[in-house]
């Protein structure tokens, strides 16, 4: 979006456009980066979303914890 008409004083004929792809660049470089994502324009909370092979890697991962901790525990009783 850019401002229509002539720029206010004091004020560099691109600053809005300037001011707008630094936004841009800076939320495609923290996305590159596997940083936070920006905050919601409608103030909702952003949830972490793991797809299918993820959720089944997690369970797999907790199900061999919890079994290696029953096994232990049984060799020790």
Same mark, same amino acid.
């Given at each position: 979006m850019t401002e229509? +008409?002539? @720029?206010?004083? +004091?004020?560099? @004929?691109?600053?809005a456009d300037d001011?707008?792809?630094?936004q841009v660049l800076s939320q495609a470089l923290r996305a590159?980066? +596997?940083g936070q994502a920006a905050p919601s324009p409608t103030g909702g909370r952003a949830y972490l979303r793991l797809s299918t092979g993820q959720l089944l890697l997690l369970a797999a991962i907790v199900g061999l914890l919890i079994g290696g901790g029953a096994g232990l %525990?049984? %060799?020790l009783f």
């Amino acid at each position: 979006m850019t401002e229509s +008409g002539p @720029p206010r004083p +004091g004020q560099n @004929p691109g600053a809005a456009d300037d001011s707008r792809a630094e936004q841009v660049l800076s939320q495609a470089l923290r996305a590159m980066a +596997g940083g936070q994502a920006a905050p919601s324009p409608t103030g909702g909370r952003a949830y972490l979303r793991l797809s299918t092979g993820q959720l089944l890697l997690l369970a797999a991962i907790v199900g061999l914890l919890i079994g290696g901790g029953a096994g232990l %525990l049984s %060799l020790l009783f």
